[in-house]
């Protein structure tokens, strides 16, 4: 089983910093596909960050603000935001996935993120 545990959401200033990390745990537990997603009230889930072996991207809103990295020595995942804008707020996820004859996924509780005006 495969546990994610996010943290470092906030309540920030637009035009300010946050820094999410999400720890992975459990049993042959790899980073090599992980991704950030977010969910605003009221609105469905969206992607906002993904990184693998192969690449790395970002949802249109993310591109030059945010930046996903991963510490594999730590087994902890990171999502830089910069520039952080109100419509900015949501709750974010953290997500993790595995091959297991099908992609299987893997979610974090979330973190609030909350950007005021």
């Known amino acids: 089983q495969v546990q994610l545990t996010e943290s470092g959401g906030g309540l920030v200033e637009s035009g300010g910093s946050l820094t999410l990390s999400c720890v992975a745990s459990?049993?042959?537990?790899?980073?090599?596909?992980m991704n950030w997603y977010r969910q605003p009230e009221g609105s469905p889930r969206e992607m906002v960050a993904e990184?693998?072996?192969?690449?790395?991207g970002y949802g249109w809103f993310a591109e030059g603000r945010f930046n996903i990295s991963r510490d594999a020595s730590k087994n902890t995942l990171y999502l830089q935001m910069n520039n952080l804008k109100p419509e900015d707020t949501a709750v974010y996820y953290c997500?993790?996935?595995?091959?297991?004859?099908?992609?299987?996924?893997?979610w974090g509780q979330g973190t609030q993120v909350t950007v005021s005006s």
């Open positions: 990184i693998s072996d192969e690449r790395t």
């Open positions: 459990g049993k042959d537990v790899s980073l090599r596909r």
């Open positions: 997500n993790l996935q595995r091959w297991r004859n099908g992609w299987v996924n893997y």
